[in-house]
């Protein structure tokens, strides 16, 4: 539909249409006539000007195209065929006739003139970024020959820079290069060589331990006594003592009364397992404990002043609760308590890994952690409650484990019990006897 307006080509103003002839006619002076020749001169010089923009437009895209296949052309241009282009190898002094030159390493520095070409570095220059480490080790190893920073990095983490693995002549990406099971770095601060696996199995020092085992257990591979504590690396390692700390050269690992210096001077093992033997009146069959010094020195050392004293003798299993435990040690016969020496510190299941598992031996105590004396009982069954976290925050130290006799145990969990009143709730209608507990040491 018609706006009824119609825009002046002359002023551009826009009228009514039924005024259109009257105001060409008043304002300027020209009539319909005149009007119709306007419009078509004002349209075909309008069309003439897109198309001289148009023409102009094509004859700029052709000259940029012609002049970027040019500009790729000559760079581009591989006259022999060698890989390189003639305008680089112009620029660096080759020829760009002869194909061999793409072969050569002109700067030494492990890159063919072909390589250095692909690689965008300067084959005049074996070491473009200025770090220290030559462009070919640098590109074999996948870094960086333009950027100097890695040089101070660590990707193999083995305590070597990149620049240090370059000086070795190690790879900066496997912490240990000829698989000899000493990182690079430890091998180059004892002065191995980090490119030879040999030496892993040699033994410097003449200790007994291989420079490989040196490494693993921290020991000094020039050293046979590391910590100076009067025992070889050797000896300690193999007995489970520690070659760095000397402060083990005067405990006693095994608690047989013998330090562990003096048990090297004498050739005796100084972490002999530690047996305890309950000989139970009535019962065939003694109950046999391996206790555990390495992780709970201080209740099984409490434990052996008990039994080494002859306190145990004559006393009884006064609790016992069938599939739970069988508790001992603190009466005698009389069903009197006996007393006891101070109270020791526990030594929770969660730091010493000693856990409540079926034949378990554990020592009673009140609610205060820190009570226990005499008193031990030995499970019937996983009791995992009693552990650490369970029942109870600290839980019970658990100090060895049953190695043989579960069945007299587990006879005496299902004994008939009665309530003789106070501590003695669950106390077997017949006494159950311990006639004695032994401590011996066995290899």
Same mark, same amino acid.
């Given at each position: 539909?018609?706006?009824?307006k119609?825009?002046?080509?002359?002023?551009?103003?826009s009228?009514? @249409?039924t005024?259109y002839?009257?105001?060409l006619?008043?304002?300027?002076?020209?009539?319909l006539?005149?009007l119709?020749?306007?419009e078509?001169?004002?349209?075909?010089?309008?069309?003439?000007?897109?198309t001289?923009l148009?023409?102009?437009?094509?004859?700029?895209?052709l000259?940029?195209?012609?002049m970027?296949?040019?500009l790729v052309f000559?760079?581009?241009?591989?006259?022999?065929?060698?890989?390189?282009s003639?305008?680089?190898e112009?620029?660096?002094?080759?020829?760009?006739?002869?194909p061999?030159?793409?072969?050569?390493?002109?700067?030494?520095?492990?890159?063919?003139?072909l390589?250095?070409?692909?690689?965008?570095?300067n084959?005049?220059?074996p070491?473009?970024d200025?770090d220290?480490?030559?462009?070919?080790y640098?590109v074999? =190893?996948?870094?960086?020959?333009k950027?100097?920073?890695?040089?101070?990095?660590?990707?193999?983490?083995?305590?070597?820079?990149?620049?240090e693995e370059?000086?070795?002549?190690t790879?900066?990406?496997?912490?240990?290069?000829?698989?000899d099971?000493?990182?690079?770095k430890?091998?180059q601060?004892y002065?191995?060589?980090?490119?030879?696996?040999?030496?892993?199995?040699e033994d410097?020092?003449?200790?007994?331990?291989?420079?490989?085992?040196?490494?693993?257990?921290?020991?000094?591979?020039?050293?046979?006594d590391?910590?100076?504590?009067?025992m070889?690396?050797k000896?300690?390692?193999?007995?489970g003592?520690?070659?760095?700390?000397?402060?083990?050269?005067n405990?006693?690992?095994?608690?047989d %009364?013998?330090?562990?210096?003096?048990? =090297?001077?004498?050739?005796?093992?100084?972490?002999?397992?530690?047996?305890?033997?309950?000989?139970?009146?009535g019962y065939?069959?003694?109950v046999?404990v391996? !206790?555990r010094p390495?992780v709970?020195?201080?209740?099984?050392?409490?434990?052996?002043?008990?039994?080494?004293?002859?306190?145990?003798s004559?006393?009884?299993?006064?609790?016992?609760i069938?599939?739970?435990?069988?508790q001992? %040690?603190?009466?005698?016969?009389?069903?009197?308590?006996?007393?006891?020496d101070p109270?020791i !510190?526990?030594?929770?299941?969660?730091?010493?890994? !000693? !856990?409540?598992?079926?034949? &378990?031996?554990a020592?009673?105590?009140?609610?205060?952690?820190?009570?226990?004396?005499?008193q031990f009982?030995?499970c019937?069954?996983?009791?995992?409650q009693?552990?650490?976290?369970?029942?109870?925050?600290?839980?019970?130290?658990?100090?060895?484990?049953v190695?043989s006799?579960?069945?007299?145990?587990?006879?005496?969990s299902?004994?008939?019990? @009665?309530?003789?009143?106070? &501590?003695?709730?669950d106390?077997p209608?017949?006494?159950?006897?311990?006639?004695?507990?032994?401590i011996?040491w066995?290899?």
């Amino acid at each position: 539909m018609s706006s009824g307006k119609k825009t002046c080509p002359e002023c551009g103003v826009s009228v009514k @249409e039924t005024n259109y002839e009257r105001h060409l006619q008043r304002v300027h002076g020209k009539g319909l006539e005149e009007l119709k020749a306007a419009e078509k001169e004002h349209h075909s010089s309008g069309g003439d000007n897109k198309t001289k923009l148009l023409v102009v437009a094509v004859i700029v895209i052709l000259i940029v195209s012609i002049m970027a296949y040019y500009l790729v052309f000559l760079t581009a241009k591989d006259s022999d065929g060698d890989g390189m282009s003639d305008e680089w190898e112009t620029e660096n002094g080759f020829d760009p006739d002869d194909p061999l030159d793409a072969l050569g390493d002109k700067d030494g520095d492990g890159l063919t003139n072909l390589e250095e070409y692909e690689e965008g570095t300067n084959p005049k220059n074996p070491d473009m970024d200025g770090d220290g480490m030559p462009d070919g080790y640098e590109v074999t =190893y996948g870094l960086d020959p333009k950027d100097p920073t890695d040089r101070d990095e660590d990707p193999d983490v083995d305590g070597a820079t990149n620049f240090e693995e370059f000086g070795m002549g190690t790879d900066p990406h496997n912490s240990d290069t000829d698989g000899d099971g000493m990182p690079d770095k430890y091998e180059q601060n004892y002065g191995f060589n980090p490119t030879d696996a040999s030496d892993g199995q040699e033994d410097r020092d003449g200790d007994g331990l291989v420079n490989a085992d040196e490494y693993t257990y921290f020991s000094d591979p020039g050293n046979s006594d590391t910590d100076d504590d009067g025992m070889p690396d050797k000896y300690e390692v193999d007995n489970g003592l520690d070659p760095r700390n000397a402060g083990d050269a005067n405990k006693d690992a095994d608690l047989d %009364g013998y330090t562990n210096l003096h048990e =090297y001077t004498l050739g005796t093992n100084p972490i002999e397992r530690v047996i305890a033997t309950i000989v139970i009146e009535g019962y065939d069959e003694s109950v046999v404990v391996e !206790l555990r010094p390495d992780v709970a020195p201080i209740t099984v050392s409490n434990f052996i002043d008990y039994s080494q004293s002859g306190f145990y003798s004559d006393t009884i299993f006064h609790r016992v609760i069938d599939s739970f435990m069988i508790q001992g %040690g603190g009466f005698d016969t009389n069903y009197n308590k006996k007393p006891t020496d101070p109270p020791i !510190l526990i030594e929770r299941t969660i730091d010493t890994g !000693l !856990l409540h598992v079926d034949g &378990a031996i554990a020592m009673a105590r009140t609610s205060d952690p820190n009570s226990a004396t005499s008193q031990f009982y030995i499970c019937d069954g996983a009791q995992d409650q009693l552990d650490a976290g369970g029942m109870d925050p600290d839980g019970y130290a658990v100090f060895g484990l049953v190695t043989s006799g579960m069945e007299t145990v587990r006879d005496i969990s299902a004994v008939q019990t @009665e309530n003789k009143g106070g &501590a003695l709730s669950d106390a077997p209608v017949i006494d159950v006897i311990i006639s004695s507990v032994t401590i011996t040491w066995e290899d």
